[in-house]
Structure formats: C-alpha cells, structure tokens
C-alpha cells in the first residue's frame, strides 16, 4: 500500500470496516510501527516511534474513540502530555482561552468535560490536535458524535486549515461530507490501496462499488408498513407538562429526527427504564429489567461503553441478554450459551465468524452487530436503536438497513433515533420530529427530504 498528502490538501481515505484505514493512519500518527515500508514528510524520510515523535514532526490524528480524561477540565485536556511538572491553572486557562478563540468553538476552559455533551467533547479532542502546531491531521470519523451545527464548525474550522497549508486526511463513513469536503479520494479494500482518483472523476457510486467490490443498491422508504395487528401506546414524560406520547404498530419503523439535546434521545432512554418517567400501553417501566419483561430492548448509541464489556468474548457479550435462559440455576450451560451465539453470529454475519474473540477485537461495524444480536436473542417485541450505524461502513450499513426492515416484515416494532437524515428516510414509515422538547412534526413515507431538514433545523417554524 501507498498513500501521498499535499499540503493544503483535504484527502479522504474510505473503505470497509477492516479495510486498514485506521491501521495505516495508527502508522502515519506513531501508534503502530510498521513491519516495512518508509515514511517521508516534506522530502526526508523519519521513522515515528511514538506518538510523542509524530507530534514532533507536526502529525496529529484525532480519534473517533476518544482519549481525553472525563475528570479534567476543558483546559486541562486541551494540554495534556504538554504541562510541566508544576502546572500555573491561570496561565493554562488563559493559554486554552486563545486557542479556543482562534478556533471559534463553543468551549468553556473551565467546564469539566465529563460533564459536557459528546458532540462538545468531540470539539475538545480536535481543539487539543490543534494545540500542536500540526502539519498533517488525521480526522477519523470526526463528525460521528457531532450535531448538525458542531457538524459545520468542524467543516469551517478544516477550511481555515487548507488554507494555512495543513494537509488533512479525513476518514468518514458519510459520502455526503466527503463530496463536499474533499480534493482526491482514496480507496482500501482488504488491506490494499484500490484507487486514488480526484474528486470529480468519481461519483457516490462508484465510491462504493470500490470499497466493497459490489454495486449496492440503497432500498428506499416507499415500502409500506403491514397491517396493524397490534399496536403499542407509548407515553414519554420529558419534563413537568410536557409528555410525548404516540402509537407504534406491530412491524412499523417510526424514526425520531433532531440534533442533539432535542428530546429523541431522553425518549428511549425512558422507555428503557433508565431516566425519566415512560408508560408501554399505560404500564410504567420501573427500571430495564422491568423493560426487558415487558418487551423492549434498547440497542445504545455508544456501544463501547454502554453497549459491550470489551475485555469479555463476543460469546459472553452476546449472551448477557439471556442469563436466565443459559443459566436457569446460576451456573452457565455452555453448550446452550455456544449455541445462543453460534445462531447469532451465522445469522448476522459476524465476521471473523469466531465467537471466543475478545469484543476489542472486532471491527466497529462487527461490534455494531453483536450489540444487535445480544438485543435480537432477547426476543423483543419494540426494539429501541440509539444510532445504530454510527461509525460503521457503508456496506454493513447495508446490511443492517436490509436485517431491520426484514425484522420489521416479521413484526418486531422498531423506534429509530438518529441525527442522520439520510438513514432515517431510507428507514422509516413515519417520522416524529423533535425540537427543544416537544414533537414539532410527524411525518409519514414517501418522505421529502427538505421538509424534513427544515423541521428539524427550524428553518419550517420560522
């Protein structure tokens, strides 16, 4: 494999999950050390043998996963690994304050981060790449955590880069902000370069038929839900007078649009029995056991801390949704646990097909599905889905696209949250629509996708 950066340049590399995309910027960046091969950076060859060495060189990557400390403040974080020995608050403070400043982000140096949004804390690990004087930065699925405000932020702030001679290399899932942002497209497929094209000699399909060897074609949301033969009352109370409640039919997909801190979010937590107050046909959820009995699963929007145990196997981790099944006295049958994740694994297509394997191990689009299969062995009957193909490729996406809709034909009720427009209208039969709090909107298939952005920027309520 190959790869070339021109300053100034924004240069996207996309392919599969498991393509070596992240592999091979780890080695750009100095985590990984590669077997062979040269590095060469402005006409001399250096050898990075640290991340400590790349930063050195001006080679900053920001991670989809973030590295930061949840306890430190803003400031903190945006200095870490840089601070002397004896640490001036003040003068840190006032250090962030600039950096911030010239970056125009919405940041307190003082808010602690752990207390601040993802999309907020997002924001913070790019403002800390950009604490050093960096001459390439590599942005790994930068925009998977962020609103559609923080979205273009970002965008800005990379234009303002180019234009200082910064050569960015942005690795995304989402074609549209590659279209729109980058210059050249880079394309891997099981660990080789496929193609390196300028921009306006490819198109979105063609995008994809390189990264997966295949043409896909993307179902549309024409597809009408079945005949109702039972039909769920859902009551969600988000705050003192304010209660949200809707019906769901048996083998309907209703998907809930916003951006961040719009309420869809609070909706399934609640139904899920962890936060707030919620009612399935007038019943309350007292808690997730009490949601489990009653039906619902909930498929988390961050399935690395709240959707898997990394340090366990995909066996174990697939399974913890069926304890009372596999171990009806408190001891584990194995066989019955193997047989649980062996059906599972052949149904999803997890890949490698090896359930023994660490959850860490796994490609974010493969963990993506064994967080759906530890859902899917509980037998729900309302499964509830937290974005459920952030960071994952556009050929997984496919498939779970494909496995949702044939889940809902089946019966199983599906309530979608997402902050991608997209998803939701090749997805759903009906779309409800959140603002500040309250159902603004819903709206029912064939979609027009300007109606629905503008409900949920605002731009129909002007």
């Given amino acids: 494999m190959d790869f070339a950066l021109e300053a100034g340049e924004v240069h996207a590399l996309v392919g599969e999950n498991g393509a070596g995309k992240s592999t091979l910027m780890k080695i750009l960046a100095g985590a990984l050390q590669p077997d062979a091969g040269e590095i060469w950076l402005e006409g001399r060859q250096v050898r990075l043998r640290s991340v400590r060495e790349a930063r050195h060189n001006g080679i900053v990557m920001v991670y989809q996963e973030l590295n930061l400390a949840a306890n430190l403040t803003v400031a903190e974080n945006l200095f870490l690994g840089r601070m002397p020995p004896l640490v001036s608050h003040r003068f840190l403070e006032e250090m962030a304050s600039?950096?911030?400043?010239?970056?125009?982000?919405?940041?307190?140096?003082?808010?602690v981060l752990g207390d601040l949004e993802l999309g907020r804390q997002q924001l913070v690990a790019v403002a800390q790449a950009l604490a050093h004087d960096a001459k390439v930065l590599i942005f790994d699925e930068p925009t998977a955590?962020?609103?559609?405000?923080?979205?273009?932020?970002?965008?800005?702030?990379?234009?303002?880069?180019?234009?200082?001679?910064?050569?960015?290399?942005?690795?995304?899932?989402?074609?549209?902000?590659?279209?729109?942002?980058?210059?050249?497209?880079?394309?891997?497929?099981?660990?080789?370069?496929?193609?390196?094209?300028?921009?306006?000699?490819?198109?979105?399909?063609?995008?994809?038929?390189?990264?997966?060897g295949r043409s896909l074609l993307e179902a549309s949301s024409g597809e009408l839900p079945p005949a109702k033969t039972r039909v769920y009352r859902i009551r969600v109370?988000?705050?003192?007078?304010?209660?949200?409640?809707?019906?769901?039919?048996?083998?309907?997909?209703v998907g809930l649009a916003g951006v961040i801190?719009?309420?869809r979010s609070y909706v399934?937590?609640?139904?899920?029995?962890?936060?707030?107050?919620?009612?399935?046909?007038?019943?309350?959820?007292?808690?997730?056991?009490?949601?489990?009995?009653?039906?619902?699963?909930?498929?988390?929007?961050?399935?690395?801390?709240?959707?898997l145990v990394l340090g366990l196997s995909a066996r174990e981790n697939l399974t913890l949704s069926v304890l009372g099944r596999i171990a009806p006295r408190g001891v584990i049958r194995l066989r019955d646990e193997q047989a649980v994740a062996n059906e599972w694994f052949l149904r999803l297509r997890i890949h490698p097909p090896m359930p023994e394997l660490p959850a860490h191990a796994f490609s974010g689009g493969n963990q993506q599905k064994i967080v759906l299969a530890k859902a899917?062995?509980?037998?729900?009957?309302?499964?509830?889905?937290?974005?459920?193909?952030?960071?994952?490729?556009?050929?997984?996406?496919?498939?779970?696209?494909?496995?949702?809709?044939?889940?809902?034909?089946?019966?199983?009720s599906l309530l979608v949250s997402s902050g991608d427009t997209e998803e939701l209208l090749n997805l759903c039969h009906r779309i409800l629509v959140f603002r500040k709090g309250h159902v603004v909107a819903e709206l029912r298939a064939p979609f027009n996708r300007e109606e629905v952005v503008a409900y949920v920027t605002g731009a129909a309520m002007a």
């Fill in 98 to 111: 600039k950096l911030i400043e010239s970056l125009d982000l919405p940041l307190d140096p003082h808010s």
């Fill in 145 to 212: 955590a962020l609103s559609a405000e923080e979205t273009q932020m970002l965008f800005s702030l990379i234009q303002r880069l180019q234009g200082r001679g910064v050569g960015i290399v942005y690795i995304s899932h989402r074609l549209e902000e590659i279209f729109s942002l980058a210059q050249r497209i880079t394309v891997l497929r099981d660990g080789e370069r496929v193609a390196t094209e300028p921009l306006e000699s490819l198109t979105p399909d063609r995008v994809i038929s390189l990264m997966v």
């Fill in 237 to 253: 109370n988000l705050e003192p007078g304010n209660t949200v409640a809707f019906p769901l039919g048996a083998g309907e997909i």
């Fill in 261 to 263: 801190g719009s309420g």
């Fill in 268 to 307: 399934l937590e609640a139904l899920f029995g962890l936060r707030g107050e919620a009612f399935l046909d007038n019943a309350r959820i007292e808690n997730p056991q009490d949601a489990i009995n009653k039906g619902l699963f909930l498929v988390p929007g961050d399935r690395k801390t709240q959707g």
């Fill in 376 to 412: 899917l062995a509980s037998r729900p009957q309302l499964l509830l889905l937290e974005e459920p193909t952030r960071g994952v490729d556009v050929g997984v996406r496919h498939e779970l696209y494909q496995l949702l809709r044939q889940l809902a034909r089946q019966g199983l």
